[in-house]
T-cell receptor, first 116, second 112 residues
Framework: EAGVAQSPRYKIIEKRQSVAFWCNPI?????LYWYQQILGQGPKLLIQ????????DSQLPKDRFSAERLKGVDSTLKIQPAKLEDSAVYLC??????????????FGPGTRLLVL | GDSVTQMEGPVTLSEEAFLTINCTYT??????LFWYVQYPGEGLQLLLK?????DKGSNKGFEATYRKETTSFHLEKGSVQVSDSAVYFC???????????FGSGTRLQVQP
């Protein structure tokens, strides 16, 4: 079974530029998550999708971040314009159904973003 | 809101030493508890989990017991190996929020 795929693995941009990250979850997984992991901290949820609908985007900075999952499969996370404090690893994860209490989230390798 | 607190690292041990990484949590209700591990250059992997009080999760020689009375989920291993060197994250899953809340991670370095 293929794991969660993410691209690119690394990205360096200047502040005020835009950037996009892509995630392809495990086949059949209905729930997809984007997490932000700042150096030295644990991952923090940005947005959660179930199929192509948003379940939770309460911690997404909507003035600059956007995400979509149009066909309920792969997803794109965009930052426009980027700030220095957006430097982090962006993790995508997926799970089988709707995120029940015993469900396992499977994580991709992450995209490491550096904003200069 | 819910939160997870882990002991700060790095934790440096010699091979075959006993490992404990402390984790305590604050949550409304009864969360499920997890330990994830992140090996160098790799993504987060689930190590073990427990879904209710007094449950013990175990995998690869690691164990953790869900202690509701002390709101803790400490990770233990009787004899660590160099290959266990990684960052370990404690996390809770609270059905009211339906997403993982992570601690800040503890780096383990095992020396031969």
């Amino acid at each position: 079974e293929a794991g969660v795929a993410q691209s690119p693995r690394y990205k360096i941009i200047e502040k005020r530029q835009s950037v996009a990250f892509w995630c392809n979850p495990i086949s059949g997984h209905a729930t997809l998550y984007w997490y932000q992991q700042i150096l030295g901290q644990g991952p923090k949820l940005l947005i959660q999708f179930q199929n192509n609908g948003v379940v939770d985007d309460s911690q997404l900075p909507k003035d600059r971040f956007s995400a979509e999952r149009l066909k309920g499969v792969d997803s794109t996370l965009k930052i426009q314009p980027a700030k220095l404090e957006d430097s982090a690893v962006y993790l995508c994860a997926s799970s089988w159904t709707s995120g029940g209490p015993v469900e396992t989230q499977y994580f991709g390798p992450g995209t490491r973003l550096l904003v200069l | 809101g819910d939160s997870v607190t882990q002991m700060e690292g790095p934790v440096t041990l010699s091979e075959e030493a006993f490992l404990t990484i402390n984790c305590t949590y604050t949550a409304t209700g009864y969360p499920s508890l997890f330990w994830y591990v992140q090996y160098p250059g790799e993504g987060l992997q689930l190590l073990l989990k427990a879904t209710k009080a007094d449950d013990k999760g175990s995998n690869k020689g690691f164990e953790a017991t869900y202690r509701k009375e002390t709101t803790s989920f400490h990770l233990e291993k009787g004899s660590v190996q160099v290959s266990d060197s990684a960052v370990y994250f404690c996390a809770l899953f609270y059905t009211g929020r339906r997403a993982l809340t992570f601690g800040s991670g503890t780096r383990l370095q095992v020396q031969p």
